[in-house]
């Protein structure tokens, strides 16, 4: 059974950075994608950034040249680098894996979910 844990989320000034984890255990996405998705107040879950296997990149494009997303197979972690942070940035981050089928910015094309990280930046 696959397990996520995210961390690194907290409450942070516009223009600070923040650097989130994903740990997996229970799987081995060496041959995986992975993403990252994040939910505000109110709002749908919706795609930040995603990494296939072979390491390319996609983002959506109100975090693109602020967000990296990397990922550490020797370690079964992924992360999200948050540069110059937005109070519209402001959401619950979970990170995915087990991508199935569909784009890698589709929730459902994802099978397994973290419990999420709570990220919050002040104007």
């Known amino acids: 059974q696959v397990h996520l844990v995210e961390s690194g989320g907290g409450l942070v000034q516009a223009g600070d950075s923040l650097r989130l984890s994903c740990a997996a255990s229970g799987h081995t996405f060496s041959n995986d994608a992975a993403g990252w998705f994040r939910q505000g107040p109110g709002k749908e879950r919706e795609f930040v950034a995603g990494?296939?296997?072979?390491?390319?990149?996609h983002y959506a494009d109100s975090v693109k040249g602020r967000f990296v997303i990397s990922r550490d197979n020797a370690n079964n972690t992924v992360y999200l680098q948050m540069n110059s942070l937005k109070p519209e940035d402001t959401a619950v981050y979970y990170c995915?894996?087990?991508?199935?089928?569909?784009?890698?910015?589709?929730?459902?094309?994802?099978?397994?979910w973290g419990q999420g990280t709570q990220v919050s930046v002040s104007s």
């Open positions: 995915a894996v087990k991508l199935i089928e569909g784009p890698i910015a589709t929730p459902s094309s994802f099978v397994s």
């Open positions: 990494i296939f296997w072979n390491g390319v990149t």
